[in-house]
């Protein structure tokens, strides 16, 4: 089996590909798209891709290339805790250091911890957190970078500080994808069901739709609204259901919701791996 992730090594997104798929071949890919793509190609067996962040909010590439571009399916959705960490080459003076790397958002996220231990050093970005801690492997200066912890294992370096995000409760929920499709909706806790579609362009017309939702009692627990590509004012929503009572419940609400839409598309239900 061969899966690949959103690279390079060392990132959150690894970090995620790990946790799933253990000791099978895992690979490295630049963007988003080209990940979603090799699996559609049959390139890899699996895909695992960023799909939302709880402070940053929802990953667009992600959510039209399962919409718009590609036929592919949930199969599992891992949440990660984001944990950054400051980290160093072996025998680095913490006192004197030079310069700090990461990402702008990783920096943006440790804002408080850099500032109130380390305000005097300048902080400078670098194309992913990853990166900067490679930066700080190949260097001779006393440099640091905010990065996972994988990425400390990847370069061989030592954390000089753990968590030092300012938000503890910051995590990223991550999607594996295939071309199998789904066979049927799952009832259990444990379960989501992710469906998209688009409305008649009427008054009332998606209050119609969720209100079939609210009659089977699926409880919606995320929309999100996307433009819908070549039809400017009108747009597809991608919905996530939760905590239903069984599956022939749901079938039936989505059976009833797929009459009433111009565009429906389930794109899997599927269990979920929590790491918080």
Request: one cysteine or more; hydrophobic letters at 40%.
């Amino acid at each position: 089996m061969k899966a690949g992730y959103l690279g390079p090594l060392g990132t959150f997104s690894h970090q995620a590909a790990l946790e799933v798929f253990k000791e099978n071949e895992i690979v490295p890919y630049d963007t988003i798209f080209q990940v979603l793509m090799a699996v559609e190609q049959g390139e890899l067996d699996y895909g695992i891709v960023p799909i939302e962040n709880s402070t940053e909010g929802t990953v667009n590439a992600t959510v039209d290339a399962l919409v718009f571009d590609l036929n592919l399916y949930i199969q599992k959705l891992v949440v990660l805790p984001i944990r950054q960490n400051l980290m160093v080459k072996k025998g680095t003076d913490m006192s004197a250091l030079k310069t700090i790397y990461s990402h702008p958002h990783a920096l943006a996220q440790c804002r408080h911890y850099l500032y109130e231990n380390y305000e005097h050093v300048p902080t400078i970005a670098a194309q992913s957190t990853a990166a900067a801690a490679k930066m700080v492997a190949e260097s001779d200066e006393n440099i640091a970078a905010v990065a996972p912890a994988v990425s400390a294992k990847v370069y061989g370096l030592e954390l000089a500080a753990e968590g030092i995000q300012d938000s503890k409760i910051n995590f990223t929920e991550f999607v594996v994808v295939s071309k199998k499709p789904t066979d049927q909706p799952i009832a259990s806790a444990d379960y989501k069901t992710t469906i998209c579609f688009s409305t008649v362009h009427e008054p009332g017309s998606l209050y119609k739709l969720l209100d079939i939702l609210s009659i089977w009692d699926v409880n919606m627990s995320r929309i999100v609204s996307r433009p819908m590509r070549n039809h400017p004012n009108e747009y597809i929503f991608y919905v996530d259901l939760e905590k239903y009572d069984n599956w022939k419940d749901l079938q039936d609400a989505l059976t009833m919701m797929k009459r009433k839409t111009s565009f429906f598309k389930i794109l899997g239900s599927y269990p979920v791996l929590d790491r918080r």
